[in-house]
């Protein structure tokens, strides 16, 4: 079951991960995605290509006044590290974005800054990561049983139905969904994780009109 996968031990093929990573929750990161290695490869690799200019693009948000676009660009780098188990980053991150909503000076901006290209840095020094392009495995579930599963899931997000929400996850536990899909799913995963279901009911809503609901 889907409770069973996230409080089992993962296997010890992420070893190596690990050592490369010695800041990183590699543990944590491959049980939110249901300990399939490749999955957690890809997000790292997809991390690679997503981030690369971070620090050139948030300060010239920063120096432009674009405020809101430099918001949005640190809480997907919130969201992304805290689902990759790159905790340090994911609370530098949750603290600028903070400070920016506050319209307070980002006193953790270059902290963050820091810690995401050592971050980085890390990631294209991997070697399980050297030849890897993102999203180079097939998946099995197509977009519109995404769209399926997650139109099932949504009403009983919305009346807190705990046990009928893991249920339904538990029957799809093994699926490998659209690479596009991955980061957004490893969070919803997540917020279910922890009974967050404000958040995982507003996520699931976003999935929904991206798989083409309305």
Known sequence: TFVEAMSKPISDDYEDLQLALPAIDVAGGIRRVMGKRQSYLDLLKKFTVQFSDTEPA?????ENQQTAAAILRVHTLKGV??????NQLYQLSGQVEQQLINHEEPTALDAMLVAQQQFLTALNHLPALQGQV???HKSDGSEAELHAVVSEMLPKLKSLQAQAVKAILAEVENTTWPENYQVQWVRLLEQIENYQFEQANQLAQELLQTTGGK
Request: net charge neutral; proline share 0%.
């Open 58 to 62: 948030l300060r010239g948000e920063l």
């Open 134 to 136: 993102v999203g180079n």
């Open 81 to 86: 590290t805290g689902s990759l188990g790159a």
